[in-house]
């Protein structure tokens, strides 16, 4: 048995999940084991995550450490621990390879770092470091000693938000390199890297270093009354949009949404939009407002009594979408949009701005649940609660309902 309180699960490549607390487990097909009981923590894992291949497992923990490991097959080498970070780390993320290998993390201290595996290994450990400390400001630029390892370098703070930054999550690479940050300072911050003046450029190269060529770009905004606690990204394509180009040879347009779940018991949506004469605005106006646009509430989805822990979009393309909330009311909602409205979600999405478009189905659990998870084709969905329990749940094609397909347990 585990000896503290499983925390969470990850889907990656080949549909396999991994499990974290205090050590963590990759399960593979037909669910057999792979368990690493000495991760090398001094202290509590709060986070693990595989990169885009699955060949790659970052892990974070409250002695204030990241670790790095090279997994292949049934095993699994420590290559790198990263430091950086003054309080205990709570979230881990890993950009697109698409990006380049790009590491988010967040932590109790009220920052967000991003860390970049470095070209050559022996490069010096003396590196620019660019500090962040609020929404559009510039980097301050200064020759320090940089917390690095032999292969990953810290390329950029971020020290947004004013409590515990909970949650970081990249979104979908299609719509570029945008991190999502939610913070117990109830904001949610966008992390965004415009490489419009970078010859090629992404956040591991250049601009990111702060030799001038591309820029990160900051909007933080008041998501929830008490504290955000997760954020989870939309598809960056509509429901329905492959069915509408299969059948009439034009693809839907690009969007960019996000969920959020807080304190306050909401499932927030939240929404770019896009403004294009912006740019000679004031940025103190609004938080949330950048030189493109600003991100703006789409709809409130009421439900839970009890804090929301986790959230989670389902990355299905098909003509419904799904969204995921778990809570401390010992509830999972599952949150559909479409079906008989899949028509008018997929030509312009205005069905998602009305929470009575969204069925709910309420999955009812006897203890608290803290993170929810969906498979890479989305019909899959992974509960883990304060039960050290993982269970898998499908949806019934003959009437909708959701049943329990799977349950494991160590």
Same mark, same amino acid.
């Given at each position: ?15 396999? /999940?991994?499990?974290? !607390?205090?050590?963590f ?7 057999q084991? #792979?368990?690493?009981?000495?991760? !090398? ?7 693990? @995550?595989?990169?885009?291949? !699955?060949?790659r ?12 490991? =090279?997994? =292949? ?5 420590l ?6 970070h ?8 890993? $950009? ?6 790009? /590491? ?21 450990? &003396? ?17 320090q ?22 949650? @970081? ?12 940050? $939610?913070?117990?300072?109830?904001? %949610? ?16 190269? #250049?601009?990111?270093?702060g030799?001038? #060529? ?27 949009? /492959? ?11 690009? &969007? ?30 609004? #938080? ?22 986790? @959230? ?8 419904? +979408?799904?969204?995921?909330?778990a ?6 909602r ?6 008989? *409205?899949?028509?008018?979600?997929? *030509? ?19 203890? @608290? %649940?803290w993170? %929810? +998870? ?20 499908? =949806?019934?094609v003959?009437?909708? !309902?959701?049943e ?7």
């Amino acid at each position: 048995m585990h000896t503290t309180k499983i925390l969470g699960s990850q889907w990656w490549l080949s549909s396999n /999940l991994l499990i974290y !607390g205090d050590r963590f487990m990759l399960i593979g097909d037909p669910f057999q084991t #792979q368990t690493i009981t000495d991760p !090398g923590h001094d202290d509590m894992i709060h986070d693990a @995550v595989l990169d885009y291949y !699955g060949r790659r497992l970052a892990t974070c923990s409250s002695d204030r450490t990241i670790k790095i490991f =090279e997994v =292949e097959n049934d095993t699994h080498r420590l290559t790198d621990t990263l430091k950086g970070h003054e309080s205990p780390i709570w979230s881990l993320s890993w $950009a697109h390879p698409k990006h380049g290998t790009i /590491l988010a993390s967040s932590s109790y201290d009220g920052k967000v770092l991003i860390w970049r595996e470095s070209p050559n290994p022996s490069s010096s450990t &003396v590196a620019p470091s660019s500090t962040y400390s609020g929404a559009g400001a510039h980097p301050q630029q200064s020759q320090q000693p940089s917390q690095t390892s032999a292969r990953f370098t810290r390329i950029i703070d971020f020290a947004l938000h004013t409590a515990s930054v909970n949650i @970081v999550s990249w979104a979908p690479h299609e719509l570029g390199a945008h991190l999502g940050c $939610a913070s117990s300072d109830g904001c %949610v911050s966008v992390l965004s890297f415009n490489d419009s003046a970078a010859a090629g450029g992404g956040p591991q190269q #250049q601009g990111a270093q702060g030799q001038g #060529q591309g820029a990160w770009e900051t909007a933080v905004f008041q998501a929830h009354d008490i504290g955000a606690n997760s954020v989870s990204w939309a598809p960056a394509l509509l429901p329905g949009s /492959l069915e509408k180009a299969a059948t009439s040879g034009a693809a839907g347009g690009m &969007v960019k949404r996000f969920v959020t779940g807080g304190s306050d018991c909401k499932v927030k949506i939240w929404e770019w939009k896009g403004t294009p004469g912006a740019g000679g605005q004031q940025g103190q106006q609004q #938080q949330q407002q950048t030189q493109q646009g600003q991100w703006q509430p789409l709809c409130t989805l009421d439900g839970h009594t009890d804090w929301v822990r986790d @959230v989670a979009w389902s990355p299905s393309l098909l003509s419904q +979408s799904y969204i995921a909330s778990a809570s401390q009311d010992h509830t999972v909602r599952i949150w559909v949009l479409g079906g008989n *409205g899949a028509a008018n979600a997929a *030509g312009g999405g205005s069905d998602a701005a009305d929470p009575s478009n969204w069925r709910c189905t309420t999955l009812t659990f006897d203890t @608290v %649940v803290w993170r %929810v +998870s969906w498979s890479l084709s989305g019909n899959v969905l992974a509960v883990c609660g304060g039960d050290n329990k993982v269970s898998l749940w499908k =949806e019934r094609v003959r009437d909708g !309902g959701w049943e329990c397909v799977k349950e494991m347990e160590e």
